[in-house]
């Protein structure tokens, strides 16, 4: 006889958190999903939609709803998906013990830490893994197929999430290296938003694959540095998600960046979004990491300048441009 799945609840219901859901929900599967607004958990009770985060994507009839952090308490795993900056309060109100699965992509402000690293801090019994790589919520949740990275140190705990959130469109990879799965998925963001400029500013698709390639480089370098592997950055969680975020608008890191190289302030791009644009919250953490870890990141430096309008893009361009040549 197989052994039971594990009970799946997913804290979070943004465009990720639900697509995490509906993949979670697909073979029926009950699935619990914590929404901040009351909205939500009304919308997809009772008419199975997300239309504030997931519109237009019916939703399966064994996701559950809660307002209630606290109706988590029968889960085996919990699948976290709050904006980085966030996670530190929610995963304070999950129950103790359960197994943390972290699916948000950022680094902490005015801490500098990694999701695991906070996860850690505020829930030491819960053991932790991350699950990142190329996934635009729209698309899994429509059920395309994609592929990815699957990191915890437990290998058999890792083994039993991989078992309950595998579909035959959603493949995980797994790994032991958490803080690499992390940093990927952290820094691309910041790099989508540098293509996105690159994009707006009409500067051609030689500079996106330049500033990919390069972006790459300062991503790897700034993982060495934390203890990543240089395998994991050029997986899933690192260079497959980058590729992704880094071209197409149905990212929204991208998007923001376009704005910018199409003239628009940070200020007016930022205010009165609902969603998430991940990068510019992490740019600033980032170059403030890499500068104590003595990493160059020229390119991260450059997207923080743009955000904080600091210099107009020409200045930041002619920066970026007139670096020393050096060997790649
Ligand atoms: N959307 C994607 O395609 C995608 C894919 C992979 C990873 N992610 C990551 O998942 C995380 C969540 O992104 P998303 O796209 O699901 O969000 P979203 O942009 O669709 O929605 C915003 C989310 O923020 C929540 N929120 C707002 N204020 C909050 C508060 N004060 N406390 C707690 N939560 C609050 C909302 O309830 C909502 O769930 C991010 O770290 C993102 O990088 C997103
Ligand atoms: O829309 P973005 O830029 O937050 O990217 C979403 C996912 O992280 C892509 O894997």
């Known amino acids: 006889m197989n052994a039971p799945s594990l009970k799946a609840g997913v804290i979070g219901a943004g465009a990720w958190?639900?697509?995490?859901?509906?993949?979670?929900?697909?073979?029926?599967?009950?699935?619990?999903?914590?929404a901040l607004e009351s909205e939500v958990v009304d919308a997809v009770n009772k008419d199975r939609q997300n239309p504030l985060y997931l519109p237009n994507i019916p939703l399966s009839p064994s996701i559950e709803a809660t307002g209630d952090i606290a109706a988590m308490g029968d889960r085996d795993m919990l699948l976290i998906v709050s904006p980085a900056q966030h996670l530190r309060k929610v995963v304070a109100q999950a129950p103790a013990g359960t197994a943390l699965i972290l699916c948000s992509k950022g680094i902490e402000a005015g801490t500098g830490l990694l999701m695991s690293e906070v996860a850690a801090e505020v829930q030491p019994a819960s053991p932790i893994a991350v699950l990142s790589g190329p996934t635009f919520a729209h698309e899994v949740a429509r059920g395309l197929p994609t592929a990815i990275t699957l990191a915890c140190a437990d290998a058999d705990l890792a083994a039993k999430i991989a078992a309950r959130i595998a579909r035959p469109a959603f493949r995980p990879y797994l790994s032991d290296d958490v803080v690499g799965a992390e940093i990927g998925g952290a820094v691309k963001n910041v790099l989508a938003i540098a293509c996105?400029?690159?994009?707006?500013?009409?500067?051609?698709?030689?500079a996106?694959?330049?500033?990919?390639?390069?972006?790459?480089?300062?991503m790897t370098r700034f993982g060495l540095a934390r203890g990543a592997r240089a395998e994991t950055l050029a997986g899933l969680s690192g260079l497959g998600d980058?590729?992704?975020?880094?071209?197409?608008?149905?990212?929204?890191?991208?998007s923001l960046g376009k704005g910018l190289g199409e003239g628009?302030?940070?200020?007016?791009?930022?205010?009165?979004?609902?969603?998430?644009?991940?990068?510019?919250?992490?740019a600033p953490v980032l170059r403030e990491a890499a500068r104590a870890a003595q990493v160059e990141m020229p390119v991260v430096e450059a997207v923080c300048a743009l955000l904080e309008d600091a210099a107009p893009l020409a200045q930041v361009m002619d920066a970026l441009l007139a670096r020393p040549l050096r060997a790649e």
Not at 17 to 34: N, P
Not at 242 to 254: E, G
């Open 242 to 254: 980058l590729v992704l975020t880094c071209s197409s608008t149905n990212s929204r890191n991208f």
């Open 196 to 206: 996105g400029v690159a994009e707006g500013a009409g500067l051609g698709l030689n």
């Open 17 to 34: 958190g639900t697509a995490l859901a509906q993949t979670l929900a697909a073979d029926g599967q009950h699935v619990r999903l914590w």
């Open 264 to 282: 628009q302030s940070a200020r007016d791009l930022l205010s009165n979004r609902r969603t998430v644009a991940e990068g510019a919250f992490t």
């Open 208 to 218: 996106r694959a330049s500033l990919i390639s390069r972006g790459f480089a300062e």
